[in-house]
Nanobody, 126 residues
């Protein structure tokens, strides 16, 4: 059974950076499509970024494209979300989610994700 644990959240000033980590146990993460979602109080959950299992193709929401990157470290069984030039509107609880094992060039935020982490809080404020 795949288990996911997020870390790396915190309080940062506008324009700052954070790197979130999604560490897996129980299975090999590189066989799973991984997405990062976020949810702010009173708002719908939003897909932020995802990464495929074949060639690690990445997708980003328009709101974060050019500021966020997603990557895999297979040796650490971890997926990272690097967040640069953070804005107050990025404030939310961030969750990683996984689906698989699957071998795919595609990922999206509306597909089923059976495995979820507990979330990590990101607050962007001066």
């Amino acid at each position: 059974q795949l288990q996911l644990v997020e870390s790396g959240g915190g309080l940062v000033q506008p324009g700052g950076s954070l790197r979130l980590a999604c560490e897996a146990s129980g299975s090999t993460l590189n066989n799973y499509i991984i997405s990062w979602f976020r949810q702010a109080p009173g708002k719908e959950r939003e897909g932020v970024s995802c990464i495929t299992t074949i060639r690690s193709i990445t997708n980003f929401a328009d709101s974060v494209r050019g500021r966020f990157t997603i990557s895999r470290d297979n040796a650490k069984n971890t997926v990272y979300l690097q967040m640069n030039n953070l804005k107050p509107e990025d404030t939310a609880t961030y969750y990683c989610a996984a689906e698989g094992p699957v071998f795919s060039y595609l990922c999206n935020y509306s597909q089923q994700y059976r495995y979820w982490g507990q979330g990590t809080q990101v607050t962007v404020s001066s």
